[in-house]
């Protein structure tokens, strides 16, 4: 019974389970793209069935951002009022559903276009968005400030072993037939299965702790704790935050279709050990911002070190011809996730506790709103370089990173003054 009660005031299960769908999801649609592009391209143009993949992905990825933000908007206002499962529980809803048109795409062999209502079910639900804040608010307000960075990489650890996880044997179960049943079908029932008991567990299972519903009894109504330097502070973390998450969308995105093509040309197999690879960031990020909390570095220059991390990563992958050289360049990266938990977490200080889902949904949508603009524009400048430097997009999410880490540098001054200046009022 006390087992049952300590599980019910963790969201941790919910992130898990849904990360490994998600990872089941991904693989499946990638190679489900690519099979269908080489029934429909002609086999004398090499770039054809690149252009597109890249085509498809691109206006997927642009309804998936886009869609979401109005809904996503109001159930950040509804969870601000106390209602925090709201905002988890409804986007799982569009996930169980708008996932099982994958499993119906391939059991049907419909055509790929079908795959379009997956990103606007899901958005009308919330989407991603409203998904991730909701779970980050959660986090947020059942912790102390002190806590709270290392309790948001913590989530982002279970979110990464799961990813690793779920890619690792992705590959193989797509691969895999029984009885009656076409390639892929196994893989994503598993999805949906996954995605049912989440929702399962977030509405029936789940429950918001005492802390939380305190947060609901807050009188305040403000989002800035503070007025001058904390709002400059906040509007940096938001240019920083905005700016790297353009470099790493937009570069992850162009990679998933990259590594389809020769000299790659990955199989479903590899294509699962790709995004294993990716997820194992994770887990480096939160060891290795353990090493720097317990060294007392600060926030932004352990925002600033997995800021370089993933600057060289990426731009390695300009050069990337073997999968060896891939996977040396991802193993660059194994910072590259300690950023954006950790400037969720600087936010968090920044705010009212009855305003961190309106502010953790700014932030997501934010990123959003900016990748409408750059998912085109970094499809149409692969598309153009193809023939001549397919990698000069990941040179380019370099450059974006590193103008990302002077706004950073810029608050890590300013909470450093603050500090000494809070110390001698102290003392």
Not at 164 to 180: A, E, P
Not at 269 to 292: D, H, Q, R
Not at 397 to 415: A, D, K, L, R
Request: aromatic share 12%; proline share 3%; glycine share 8%.
């Amino acid at each position: 019974m006390a087992v049952l009660r300590t599980v019910q005031k963790h969201v941790e299960p919910v992130v898990f389970c849904a990360q490994m769908a998600s990872s089941f999801f991904d693989t499946g649609l990638q190679m489900v793209v690519k099979q269908r592009s080489k029934n429909v391209t002609r086999p004398s143009d090499p770039h054809e069935d690149q252009n597109s993949i890249a085509n498809f992905y691109m206006t997927f990825n642009m309804l998936t951002k886009f869609i979401p933000i109005l809904p996503a908007l109001i159930l950040a206002r509804i969870g601000d009022r106390g209602y925090r499962k709201v905002p988890i529980v409804v986007p799982l809803v569009g996930y169980s559903l708008s996932r099982a048109l994958l499993l119906l795409e391939i059991w049907l062999e419909l055509r790929v276009e079908v795959m379009y209502a997956a990103p606007v079910i899901h958005g009308l639900c919330g989407g991603f968005s409203s998904y991730w804040a909701g779970v980050m608010a959660l986090v947020s307000v059942s912790t102390s400030e002190e806590e709270r960075s290392l309790r948001i990489m913590r989530t982002e650890l279970v979110y990464g072993i799961a990813g690793f996880l779920g890619s690792l044997v992705s590959g193989h179960l797509f691969q895999l037939y029984t009885v009656g049943m076409k390639q892929g079908v196994l893989l994503a029932s598993m999805s949906v299965a996954l995605y049912i008991f989440c929702l399962l567990y977030a509405t029936c299972i789940l429950q918001v702790s005492q802390i939380t519903l305190e947060q609901r009894q807050s009188t305040s109504s403000g989002i800035i704790t503070h007025i001058g330097q904390d709002r400059t502070i906040v509007v940096l973390l938001f240019i920083s935050g905005i700016l790297y998450d353009v470099a790493v969308a937009g570069g992850v995105e162009i990679l998933c279709i990259y590594v389809l093509k020769a000299p790659l040309e990955w199989s479903a197999t590899e294509v699962g050990y790709g995004n294993a690879a990716g997820s194992l960031i994770f887990i480096t990020s939160f060891l290795g911002m353990k090493f720097f909390t317990r060294f007392a570095v600060s926030d932004a220059s352990m925002i600033m070190i997995g800021m370089v991390s993933f600057m060289i990563g990426i731009y390695c992958m300009t050069f990337v011809t073997t999968t060896a050289m891939y996977f040396l360049a991802r193993s660059i990266m194994l910072f590259a996730l300690i950023p954006m938990p950790t400037i969720r977490s600087l936010l968090s200080k920044q705010v009212r506790g009855t305003s961190y889902g309106m502010t953790f949904i700014c932030l997501q949508l934010s990123f959003r709103l900016a990748s409408l603009a750059t998912t085109p524009i970094y499809t149409k400048i692969y598309e153009s370089t193809l023939d001549t430097f397919p990698g000069f997009v990941f040179t380019l999410s370099s450059i974006i990173t590193f103008v990302s880490i002077i706004p950073i540098s810029v608050v890590g001054c300013c909470t450093a003054t603050q500090e000494n200046y809070e110390r001698i009022q102290g003392n």
